[in-house]
């Protein structure tokens, strides 16, 4: 079971650095101005969305790295945050930072899959959530969300980008099999 769970999320990892390479070269027929332009979705464009979704991921990255388990593939410098960030700070207003801090995080989130150990995902994970609320579950439970909230908001960026004119093609899971 264990290895099972653990190739689970390598191949969702697979599929995580596959789709997002989709989404940025889909942006890239977009200039800077209609990437950050408000089109009324949660995060309001397409570059926020984005941003969302590499605040997201670190902040879940630097929790599984507070668990006691040493990942050689999430080095603190890769997954920290600055003091007071949110799901709606700005820290890479640059396109270009943007896409190489997405291709880094993707690269990392695939060799932490990678060199997870076996009984990782049925570990208890224990963090606070942004609100202080102190969480305790299952890291598979973590390792899930963290994957769907990705998928959750790559459909939102999907749609942003149809809005726009821009098809980015198949993006479907089964895809890659």
């Given at each position: 079971m264990d290895e099972a769970l653990r190739d689970n999320y390598r191949f969702l990892a697979r599929y995580n650095r596959w789709f997002n390479q989709r989404l940025y070269d889909a942006c890239e027929q977009l200039n800077d101005a209609e990437r950050k332009r408000d089109?009324?979705?949660?995060?309001?464009?397409?570059h926020q969305t984005l941003t969302h979704l590499v605040l997201a991921d670190k902040m879940w990255l630097e929790?599984?790295?507070?668990?006691?388990?040493?990942?050689?593939?999430?080095?603190?410098q890769l997954v920290a945050l600055p003091p007071g960030s949110d799901y709606t700070s700005d820290l890479h207003p640059d396109w270009a930072d943007l896409r190489r801090t997405r291709a880094a995080l993707d690269e990392a989130i695939e060799a932490w899959t990678q060199e997870m150990a076996a009984d990782f995902p049925v570990s208890t994970m224990r963090y606070a959530n942004t609100k202080g609320v102190q969480r305790e579950h299952a890291a598979w439970k973590a390792l899930t969300h963290f994957f769907n909230h990705q998928a959750h908001h790559r459909g939102q960026v999907t749609t942003l980008l149809m809005q726009a004119g821009i098809d980015p093609g198949v993006t479907d899971l089964v895809a890659l099999l």
């Open positions: 089109r009324g979705a949660f995060f309001g464009s397409l929790r599984f790295t507070r668990q006691g388990v040493v990942f050689a593939a999430l080095p603190a």
